[in-house]
């Protein structure tokens, strides 16, 4: 492969390179294959990247564990995220009397895993908060609660520590093969300054900023989507549902309805720029096609369609549903390792919704047939920043005939999240002439080869094939050497 000023420019044998580009500066990768690089749509930069420099609760297995890690924590912050209770035997995350006595005077803030719901310190609990939806007096917060005390705990951030976070996460997506992340921000998310902070950050990936809130911020950003709730999440049981949660009697919080939606469209669509919104639970998603339906009497369907508005999450969707999105161009960001974290008979999906509703979740195979473009990211602290492991999620489903092939699935981890983000060159995301020179190279051990053989091979072909005779998902992950965007390293393995 030849590049120049950050355009591949040729492909093809080595032999005839080196004759065509003779005075080329030559990479020999010795066995290591490229692809693509990956795009993770939908990541928060500063909260993973605390995660990162602050207290990691994501393997905790008891409430217990918790409490020790918040009296190990250095203050006068500890901020931690990850815990998640439905793991744990006691099936109870620590009251509020327990992580006082554990902060022995520090400020603690624990987001749960789908950050929906966190538990803290009473020094962070306002006048405010005590009042607000989501209150109680000794659990975990949620809904408004939640956005107030995180508010207070983000301010308590100072600004050294948000750049060592927003550093750390760049750094570390670029090592997993990642080129470009869409930031999810907003002002219950992350706030202005945030945002405009990691803009100005000229290392790693390339930040495509999107804003969750029905105003346009002061900060230029792609659209007015990613987390703009329509619901919560399931763990939280925040997720707005049509039946009642299985283990709770909540149906959870429906925030913006049909008409709020279709305001939201209509007026994106007229200003050019991508709307979205965050969406989970049937109800939710009931919601949003009200909202599509309505927006489309008042702009007609080509206008709507042409604007590739998205949605995020998308968990619960029927097949009829799904039709519907593809006919009006939505482009659906998705978690595969939320299938795979929570997924299954016996998975969290299942303690709160039933055996039958819980395997019916991210149904990416109904999304693909239907023409919906898919676009894989991690929503990043709750899943790790992991894209072979999304693919390999993706490709073995929890629930049969949910997932897509392998090439399917690379192909939204790659070229679906530029389409997302707008780009529809038909280059960028792929390796050919003309194409942006933005691709990982990867190294891997020995894998075993699908088939009745069994053999063991490196695995130095396409990655994207899915075809008998190429490696499955099931070996050992690649491991990423070079990460390039535009033709510039942003990352190198020592």
């Known amino acids: 492969m030849a590049v120049t000023d950050g355009v591949v420019v040729w492909i093809g044998q080595d032999s005839v390179g080196h004759a065509l580009h003779p005075d080329a500066e030559v990479v020999e990768l010795g066995g290591a294959f490229v692809a693509p690089a990956f795009v993770d749509a939908h990541v928060h930069a500063t909260s993973a990247g605390l995660l990162l420099t602050g207290v990691d609760l994501t393997r905790t297995s008891s409430a217990d564990e918790v409490l020790q890690q918040v009296r190990d924590a250095e203050g006068p912050l500890v901020w931690g995220h990850g815990w998640d209770e439905t793991r744990w035997q006691e099936n109870r995350a620590p009251t ?32 405010e908060a005590r009042t607000a939806d989501g209150y109680s007096a000794d659990g975990p917060l949620s809904r408004a609660a939640h956005h107030l005390v995180r508010g207070t705990a983000k301010a308590a951030i100072t600004p050294e520590q948000r750049e060592a976070a ?34 100005a950050l000229t290392e790693g990936p390339e930040v495509v900023a999107y804003w969750g809130a029905h105003e346009l911020p002061s900060v230029p950003v792609r659209g007015l989507a990613g987390d703009h709730f329509v619901d919560g999440a399931i763990g939280s049981r925040t997720a707005a549902m049509t039946e009642p949660y299985a283990d709770a009697e909540t149906s959870g919080a429906l925030y913006l309805d049909g008409r709020q939606i279709a305001d939201h469209l209509v ?34 369907t080509p206008e709507l369609a042409s604007a590739r508005h998205r949605l995020e999450h998308v968990e619960m969707v029927s097949k009829e549903q799904a039709e519907k999105l593809a006919g009006w161009g939505v482009v659906a960001s998705v978690q595969p390792l939320f299938d795979a974290e ?17 395997v019916g979740l991210n149904p990416f195979s109904r999304l693909a047939a239907a023409g919906v473009v898919l676009a894989f990211g991690s929503d990043t602290p709750v899943t790790a920043i992991d894209p ?19 090439r399917a699935a690379f192909t939204a981890h790659t070229r679906g999240g530029w389409r997302a983000a707008g780009v529809n060159d038909g ?25 009745s053989d069994a053999r063991v091979q490196r695995w130095s072909t396409d990655p994207r094939s899915g075809v008998p005779g190429l490696p499955d998902l099931t070996g050992p ?18």
């Open 427 to 451: 280059l960028t995301g792929t390796l050919q002439p003309g194409a942006p020179a933005t691709y990982a190279v990867w190294e891997t051990g020995d894998l075993v080869v699908a088939g």
């Open 166 to 199: 927003q550093l750390a996460f760049l750094r570390h997506a670029a090592s997993k093969g990642i080129a470009s992340v869409h930031e999810c921000a907003g002002p219950d998310i992350s706030g202005e300054d945030d945002l405009r902070e990691l803009l």
């Open 342 to 358: 929570w997924g299954g008979p016996t998975g969290m999906y299942a303690q709160r919704l039933g055996a039958e509703r819980g």
């Open 96 to 127: 509020r009397a327990e992580i006082d006595e554990a902060a022995q005077g520090k400020t603690v803030y624990l987001s749960r895993i789908d950050v929906h719901s966190a538990l803290v310190s009473s020094d962070l609990v306002t006048d």
């Open 267 to 300: 007026k994106c669509t007229e200003l050019g720029i991508q709307a979205g919104v965050h969406v989970i639970g049937d109800a939710g998603m009931a919601a949003v096609i009200e909202g599509f339906e309505i927006a489309e009497k008042t702009l007609g």
């Open 477 to 494: 992950a690649p491991v990423c050497v070079r990460t390039v965007l535009n033709g510039r390293t942003i990352y190198e393995r020592k």
């Open 388 to 406: 072979w492991a999304a693919v390999k999620a993706a490709v073995h489903h929890r629930t049969d005939g949910h997932g897509v092939s392998p």
